[in-house]
């Protein structure tokens, strides 16, 4: 599995980003799929998963009601939609897939990590 983050950028406080996650190698259809962020000298941080049907999710408390979660197994791509963005959400954005294939939070079981796509927003 090969995964692929983008749709990065620089925006202001109250903007909006919409980060893609493409599977350049194989399907992962059938494994959970999840959003990690780490900013400079901080652990790396789960943001959000959502399972192989795409009908359960999660989300960190720090980012509930603002960013969405979704996939599209026939194109093999997971988004983040990032709406109402904060000065703290700045980071850079990495996407993983799990061993599982419900969602979960639980970092140790993710890999197959990309290179993730930088997000700064401004005040």
């Known amino acids: 599995v090969q995964l692929q983050a983008s749709g990065g950028g620089l925006v202001q406080a109250g903007g909006s980003l919409k980060l893609s996650c493409a599977n350049s190698?194989?399907?992962?259809?059938?494994?959970?799929l999840g959003w990690f962020r780490q900013a400079p000298g901080k652990e790396r941080e789960f943001v959000a998963s959502?399972?192989?049907?795409?009908?359960?999710?999660i989300y960190a408390d720090s980012v509930k009601d603002r960013f969405t979660i979704s996939r599209d197994n026939a194109k093999n791509t997971a988004y983040l939609q990032m709406d109402s963005l904060k000065p703290e959400d700045t980071a850079r954005y990495f996407c993983?897939?799990?061993?599982?294939?419900?969602?979960?939070?639980?970092?140790?079981?993710?890999?197959?990590w990309g290179q993730g796509t930088q997000v700064t927003v401004s005040s």
């Open positions: 993983a897939v799990s061993r599982s294939p419900v969602a979960t939070s639980r970092r140790e079981l993710y890999g197959s």
């Open positions: 959502i399972g192989w049907k795409g009908s359960s999710t």
């Open positions: 190698r194989r399907t992962a259809s059938n494994n959970a």
